[in-house]
């Protein structure tokens, strides 16, 4: 399997005194689910923007599928990347399948196959059909965040970017909407790279975890190696007690132990295997 995405000692700065990213590398493969983590003015959503060259980067290379990010057209470039951010940025005057199927329209597909792209779509995200004739102020928070991941879809991109979409929402909404991007990714295995700042959240989503700060990378990899195998000093400052607390998440153990969705551990037994490993939260925590 290839890299869908690539950073190669990237930089970005927007005056000398202020570096946003210093030698960013990075490399995801095709299918991952791979979520930002960090603290706010990191440098997490700069680097994400890089992608669909929302921003540029001064120094070093970007790959998108192997091909360099300066070869691609970008408004080609754009429209092929699915983007959901947290304000959403509904059309307030389209109704929800025409804001649904916006980038369709902008490749030329005719009103009839979007109609039926956009009614495919709110099903998919666990939408009534009937919301499909409404306007965006008809919605409510969750809703409005559905349809956002629905645009995101529509064109069936390889790659899909969220800069922490699901933030406006109240905290039942935001778990459900969890656990239905999961779920998707898991139906279409499209490339998925979400930011966050959210440690429960980013335990409850990513397959790997990148948790940045000061414009670095410190550590790569999984929820639980953040928490029992931290490389920095940063790391167990920014986790502290709530990065545990958050591996005890139903979602999250079943993510680090695939045995209790093959029915052969259960829960007791996953919360036993970080049991035995409780007696090094004391250092790790030091």
């Known amino acids: 399997m290839g890299y869908a995405i690539e950073f190669e000692h990237i930089s970005k700065s927007y005056t000398p005194e202020e570096v946003v990213l210093s030698d960013i590398n990075l490399a995801i ?4 689910l791979v979520v930002l983590l960090g603290q706010s003015g990191c440098g997490k959503t700069t680097l994400l923007k890089l992608v669909n060259k929302l921003l540029d980067f001064d120094t ?5 599928h192997g091909k360099k990010l300066s070869d691609y057209n970008i408004e080609e470039l754009r429209r092929s ?3 959901a951010i947290q304000q959403v940025g509904l059309f307030p005057h389209m109704r929800v399948w025409e804001n649904i ?31 499909l004739m409404r306007y965006p102020r008809q919605l409510s928070g969750g809703q409005k965040q559905r349809v956002g991941v629905a645009r995101a879809l529509a064109a069936n991109p390889s790659i899909i970017l969220m800069d922490e979409p699901f933030g406006a929402v109240d905290e039942q909404t935001r778990t459900q909407l969890q656990d239905q991007l999961k779920n998707i990714h898991r139906k279409l295995g499209q490339t998925i790279l979400f930011v ?5 959240e980013a335990f409850r989503l990513g397959t790997r ?11 790569d990899g999984t929820a639980e190696d953040l928490v029992f195998r931290p490389q920095h000093p940063f790391v167990r400052s920014f986790l502290g007690k709530k ?26 037994g996953c919360l036993a295997l970080l049991g035995q490993k409780r007696a090094r939260i004391e250092t790790t925590l030091a």
């Open 29 to 32: 493969e095709e299918g991952e």
């Open 60 to 64: 070093g290379y970007l790959r998108i």
């Open 196 to 200: 966050t700042h959210d440690i429960h």
């Open 81 to 83: 990347i699915g983007y």
């Open 209 to 219: 975890i990148v948790l940045i700060h000061d414009g670095r990378i410190v550590q």
């Open 101 to 131: 199927s916006y980038v369709l329209k902008l490749q030329g597909v005719d009103a009839e196959q979007r109609r039926e792209r956009a009614s495919q779509l709110v099903e998919l995200v666990d939408l009534k059909q009937e919301l």
């Open 243 to 268: 990065g545990f607390s958050a591996l005890f998440d139903e979602a999250v153990l079943a993510a680090l132990y695939p045995l209790v969705l093959q029915g052969e551990l259960d829960m007791q």
